[in-house]
């Protein structure tokens, strides 16, 4: 996507651009605002998804104790969504970008549930907070992809007939260990950390950066604005993902 971009924009891009060049291991942190640019709604701010939903209705193991029929109403509307959503520009960059690097050089942590990234063809993915694509059940251990397709109101297990759920993470549920784990060692072993995307405000996720910052790595940020992470930040980028990474990969 073209948008304008200052002449400070275009040098910071260049910055950019320099620390990616010369860096031996990448690793990206992305959330919402990445996938803004493809139609799907961020979670904060203006025109956010949780407007009309309060997280706590919907995102939360109690919540959903206490009223899955509307937690599922929330998650199939999603679902419905991402069947006519594609990857943009920017998820399109990082994909790029972890070609140009080779295996082991690039490592692509993202927050979202939407599975853009592997749509764009990223293949080191960790998918911290789950995904939509996934459905569990509460009451075994069975799992199964359901893409978007359509899922009955209350979907039970064909196994034990417990409810099923979403396979993302609820405030105050324990992300996949293993994927975590994954998460913390990109993180800390790189020596350029990207921020994309995010406000920044969830945690364990949001804690990646300081992490990365304590190691030794370089931290580049792309938002619309300022964020929780910027003072952090080596360089900071401020414009749409879908138009500043593929300036940066570019250059490269
Ligand atoms: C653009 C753009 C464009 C737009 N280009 N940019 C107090 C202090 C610290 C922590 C806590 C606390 N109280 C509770 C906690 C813990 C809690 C937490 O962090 N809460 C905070 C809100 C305070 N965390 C948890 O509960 C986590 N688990 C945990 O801690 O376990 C330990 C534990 C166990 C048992 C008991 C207690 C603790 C789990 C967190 C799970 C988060 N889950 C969600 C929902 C996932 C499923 C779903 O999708 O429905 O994950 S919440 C939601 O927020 C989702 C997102 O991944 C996550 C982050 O949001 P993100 O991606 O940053 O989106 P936005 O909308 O916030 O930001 C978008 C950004 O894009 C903005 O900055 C825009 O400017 C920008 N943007 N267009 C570039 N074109
Ligand atoms: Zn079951």
Known sequence: MDS??????????????????????IAALTGAGISAESGVPTFRGAGGLW???RVEDVATPAAFARDPALVWRFYNLRRAGLAAVRPNPGHHALAALEDRLGQGRFTLITQN?????????????????GTLRRVRCTGCAWTADRATEALPDLPRCGACHELL?????WFNELLPPDTWQQAEDAAQTCDCFLVIG???????????????RLNGAEIIEVNLTATR???????TLLGPSGSVLPAIVQRL
Do not use: N, W
């Not at 759920?165 to 993470?169: K, L, T």
């Not at 995010?198 to 990365?212: D, W």
């Open 4 to 25: 304008p971009m200052t002449p400070d924009l275009h040098q910071q891009i260049e910055r950019a651009a320099r620390i990616i060049g010369r860096a031996k291991k």
């Open 51 to 53: 407007e009309g939903y």
């Open 113 to 129: 549930v939407d599975g853009l990234h592997r749509a764009a063809g990223s293949r080191r993915v960790l998918e911290i907070h």
């Open 165 to 169: 759920r979403p396979d993302v993470v």
């Open 198 to 212: 995010t406000s920044a405000v969830v945690y364990p996720a949001a804690g990646l950066v300081e992490s990365a």
């Open 229 to 235: 992470a910027s003072s952090q930040a080596d360089v």
